[in-house]
C-alpha cells in the first residue's frame, strides 16, 4: 500500500495522559499536514511541514501539542496532558510539492480521552 | 469566521437521479477548490477539483462547477449510486501561498437511495 498511513487507528487515554500518534506519508511527497477533525464539523488545519521543516501552526496547536518531522519522512503528533477536548479525528495528508494542490489524506487517528 | 460554507447538513436523492451539493466561499483569495467523500472511521478521499481560472470541471459522473462573482461552488453527481453515500466536504485553497492549507466546510452527508 502506497498511501499514507496513520497508527494508531484508534487511541483511548486517560484524562493527563501524553499520546503519540505518527503518519508516513507517500513517499515522493514532500509536504505534510496535519489536521483535527471533531463531530459535525470538517477537517480544521493544525500544522504543516516542507522536508523537515515546520513553517505554520495554528492557533488551534495548543502549548500541549508538538509536531515532528525529523529527515523529512515520517511525523509524529504528540499532546502532553490530554484533556477530554482532545478528543477528535486526526488526519494527516501529503501533498506531491509546490504547484500540487490535491491533499492526500491517511485513515486517521480516532482519540478518545476518558 | 466559517470562510467555507456548506448549508445543507443533509441530502437524500433516489438513486439514478441527480445530486447537487452546494458550498459557500467568503475569501476571495480562494482560487483553487476540491471535493472530498468520507465514509466512517475513513480519511477523506480527494474526488474532483477546480481552479478559479475555470468554472466547470468534468470527472465521470461527477462536474463541479465554480460561480466566482457569488463565491459558489457545486458538486453535481450524475446519476446517483448507493455506494455515493457518504459524507461530501467541499475545500477551499490558495494556490502558492506559504502553505497551500485547505479550509474545509462542515460537510454534506449525502444519502442515495435504492
Known amino acids: 500500500d502506497t498511501g499514507v498511513s496513520q497508527d494508531p487507528r484508534h487511541k483511548i487515554t486517560k484524562r493527563g495522559q501524553n499520546v503519540t500518534f505518527r503518519c508516513d506519508p507517500i513517499s515522493e511527497h514532500n509536504r505534510l499536514y496535519w489536521y483535527r477533525q471533531t463531530l459535525g464539523q470538517g477537517p480544521e488545519f493544525l500544522t504543516y511541514f516542507q522536508n523537515e521543516a515546520q513553517l505554520e501552526k495554528s492557533r488551534l496547536l495548543s502549548d500541549r501539542f508538538s509536531a515532528e518531522r525529523p529527515k523529512g519522512s515520517f511525523s509524529t503528533l504528540e499532546i502532553q496532558r490530554t484533556e477530554q477536548g482532545d478528543s477528535a479525528m486526526y488526519l494527516c495528508a501529503s501533498v506531491p510539492g509546490q504547484g500540487n494542490t490535491e491533499a492526500f489524506f491517511g485513515q486517521g487517528t480516532r482519540l478518545t480521552v476518558v | 469566521d466559517q470562510q467555507v460554507k456548506q448549508n445543507s447538513p443533509s441530502l437524500s436523492v433516489q438513486e439514478g437521479r441527480i445530486s447537487i451539493l452546494n458550498c459557500d466561499y467568503t475569501?476571495?483569495?480562494?482560487?483553487?477548490f476540491l471535493w472530498y467523500k468520507k465514509y466512517p472511521a475513513e480519511g477523506p478521499t480527494f474526488l474532483i477539483s477546480i481552479s478559479s481560472i475555470k468554472d466547470k470541471n468534468e470527472d465521470g459522473r461527477f462536474t463541479v462547477f465554480l460561480n466566482k462573482s457569488a463565491k459558489h461552488l457545486s458538486l453535481h453527481i450524475v446519476p446517483s449510486q448507493p455506494g455515493d453515500s457518504a459524507v461530501y466536504f467541499c475545500?477551499?485553497?490558495?494556490?502558492?501561498?506559504?502553505?497551500?492549507?485547505?479550509?474545509f466546510g462542515t460537510g454534506t452527508l449525502l444519502a442515495v437511495q435504492p
Open positions: 475545500a477551499a485553497g490558495v494556490y502558492g501561498g506559504a502553505t497551500n492549507k485547505l479550509i
Open positions: 475569501n476571495s483569495m480562494f482560487d483553487y
